[in-house]
């Protein structure tokens, strides 16, 4: 089993989904990914504060207070952009404000399909499955992995 690396000021913020079938599950690989390389990130999935369809202002409130500090101390923003999450588009247009790299994930972005102009141009990654993210997360400095193919 391998341990999660925690820190006060992670590495990376994951944003993504969790709210319909396949995007859990599309989180943890990555989150699994993150913990065998020993990085450090923080999950609003896993780390953050649950919220219901009720909730207070004050709870709305704590969770985008919450969200917003990670982002703001990320080095990476690593986003699962396959079911276009409006929370997830924001985190990143955030990110991209405040000169923070971001790297999309994109398993269902396929070849020959286009990709938004305004995430690509944003990138310094888009990633297509867990091996291209295992080898950017290995060396995110490598430049290979910047988008080329179709734009919408």
Wanted: glycine residues 6%; hydrophobic residues 40%.
């Amino acid at each position: 089993m391998v341990t999660r690396v925690h820190a006060t000021h992670p590495q990376v913020y994951l944003a993504g989904p969790w709210f319909t079938a396949g995007e859990p599950e599309r989180l943890a690989a990555l989150e699994n990914l993150m913990n065998e390389l020993g990085i450090s990130y923080y999950s609003p999935r896993l780390d953050g504060i649950d919220l219901t369809p009720d909730a207070t202002d004050a709870d709305r409130q704590a969770v985008f207070d919450d969200n917003t500090a990670h982002l703001k101390a990320a080095k990476l923003v690593l986003a699962v952009v396959d079911d276009n999450d409006t929370g997830t588009i924001w985190e990143t247009g955030m990110a991209y404000g405040r000169e923070i790299p971001i790297a999309y994930y994109a398993e269902t972005l396929k070849d020959g399909q286009t990709f938004n102009v305004m995430l690509a141009n944003s990138a310094v990654a888009v990633l297509q499955n867990l091996a291209q993210a295992r080898a950017y997360l290995t060396d995110p400095t490598s430049g290979n992995f910047t988008y080329h193919g179709a734009i919408r």
